[in-house]
C-alpha cells in the first residue's frame, strides 16, 4: 500500500467561505431545533433523530472508505466517557436553547475554550500566558454583559427558566471542553472517522435508552403539527450536512489558521433568531456578545502554532 499523503489544502478564501457556511449551518439547526420544540418535539426525541441521521452518513462514510471500525482496548473506556459526555452536551444545549434566546446559548456554550484552557492546566498540561489569561477576563466580563448582569445588578427580576437556561449553557461548554481534552490527550491516535463514529452512535444509543424513562416530561413526544416534523427534519439535516462535510474537508481546510472564523455560528444565530424567532438582545448584550466573540477568536489564534 503507498504511504498516505496529506490532501492538498483549499485556497484560504474558499477555506474561510466553507467555515463561514458551517458555522451558520449549524446555528440554522439550533434555531430549526427550537422551533421543532415550540411544536412539540420531544427533547429527546429532537436529539435522537439527529443523531441517527448523522450515525447513518457515518456509516456509508465508513463504507465508502472501507474504514475498520476497531478500538483497540486501551482506548475502550475513554472513548465510552467521551460519547457519554456528548449525550450530556447535546442534552444540555438544547435544553438551554429552549428557555434562553439561542444566540444567548451558543454564545455562553462558546465558552469551552477558556475551560478547556484551564483544564488543561489542571491536569498537567502548559499554564496559560500572561496575555491568555488576559484575553480569559475580558472574555468573562463580555459575557457578564451578553448576560445583562447590569440590568441584575439594578435589581431586575430573576426568572427560574431564565437561569436554568444559562447553567445548562454553562453545562454545556464544560462537558464539551471536557470532551476534547479527552479527544486531544487520550484518544488522538484513533482515526477520525471511527472516534466520530463510536461518538454518535453511543449517543443515539443513550438516547434511545433512556427514552422510555420518562426522565424528561414530555421528552420523548413527537411533533403535533407539520411545522415540528419540518423543523425536525431541518435539524436532521442540517447538522448531519455540517458534520460530515467538517469531518471530510477538515485536512483540506487548514483548521490550525481558520478555526476561528467557526465562531460564526452565534453570530448567524443572533440574526437567525431575529428573523425567525423575533428574539432580539439589548445594547449591552449586542456588546458583550462582541468582545466574547473577540476574545475566543484571539485565544484560537493564542492557541495556534506559529509555521
Given at each position: 500500500m503507498?504511504?498516505?499523503?496529506?490532501p492538498a489544502l483549499l485556497p484560504r478564501h474558499l477555506a474561510i467561505m466553507l467555515l463561514l457556511m458551517l458555522g451558520s449551518s449549524f446555528?440554522?439547526?439550533h434555531i430549526a431545533a427550537k422551533v421543532a420544540l415550540d411544536h412539540g418535539?420531544?427533547?429527546?426525541?429532537?436529539?435522537?433523530?439527529?443523531?441517527?441521521?448523522?450515525?447513518?452518513?457515518l456509516s456509508m462514510l465508513l463504507i465508502w472508505r472501507k474504514q475498520a471500525l476497531y478500538v483497540p482496548r486501551q482506548y475502550l473506556g475513554w472513548q465510552l466517557m467521551l460519547g457519554g459526555l456528548i449525550t450530556m452536551q447535546c442534552m444540555l444545549i438544547y435544553s438551554s436553547i429552549a428557555r434562553i434566546p439561542v444566540a444567548l446559548a451558543l454564545l455562553v456554550a462558546n465558552m469551552y475554550p477558556i475551560l478547556l484552557a484551564l483544564l488543561t492546566w489542571i491536569l498537567g498540561g502548559h499554564k496559560p500566558t500572561r496575555k491568555t489569561s488576559i484575553i480569559m477576563v475580558a472574555i468573562l466580563i463580555g459575557l457578564l454583559l451578553a448576560l445583562d448582569?447590569?440590568?441584575l445588578i439594578k435589581g431586575a427580576t430573576l426568572d427560574g427558566q431564565w437561569v436554568l437556561g444559562v447553567v445548562c449553557s454553562l453545562l454545556t461548554a464544560l462537558t464539551f471542553a471536557i470532551g476534547l481534552w479527552i479527544t486531544e490527550n487520550k484518544l488522538a491516535p484513533l482515526p477520525g472517522?471511527?472516534?466520530?463514529?463510536?461518538?454518535?452512535?453511543?449517543t443515539l444509543v443513550c438516547l434511545i435508552a433512556l427514552s422510555p424513562l420518562g426522565l424528561l416530561p414530555g421528552g420523548s413526544s413527537l411533533p403535533h403539527d407539520a411545522v415540528g416534523w419540518i423543523?425536525?427534519?431541518?435539524?436532521?439535516?442540517?447538522?448531519?450536512?455540517?458534520?460530515?462535510?467538517?469531518?471530510?474537508?477538515a485536512p483540506r481546510l487548514d483548521m490550525t489558521r481558520n478555526a476561528p472564523f467557526m465562531n460564526m455560528e452565534p453570530v448567524a444565530s443572533l440574526i437567525?433568531?431575529?428573523?425567525?424567532?423575533?428574539?432580539?438582545?439589548?445594547?449591552?448584550?449586542l456588546l458583550g456578545g462582541a468582545v466574547v466573540l473577540s476574545g475566543i477568536v484571539a485565544l484560537a489564534y493564542q492557541r495556534a502554532p506559529r509555521k
Open positions: 503507498p504511504p498516505a499523503t496529506s446555528a440554522a439547526n418535539t420531544g427533547l429527546i426525541i429532537s436529539v435522537i433523530f439527529r443523531s441517527a441521521a448523522a450515525t447513518l452518513a448582569a447590569p440590568s472517522l471511527v472516534r466520530s463514529f463510536c461518538t454518535i452512535s453511543q423543523a425536525l427534519s431541518l435539524v436532521c439535516v442540517l447538522y448531519t450536512t455540517g458534520f460530515v462535510t467538517l469531518f471530510v474537508l437567525l433568531g431575529w428573523l425567525i424567532l423575533k428574539q432580539t438582545l439589548n445594547s449591552t448584550q
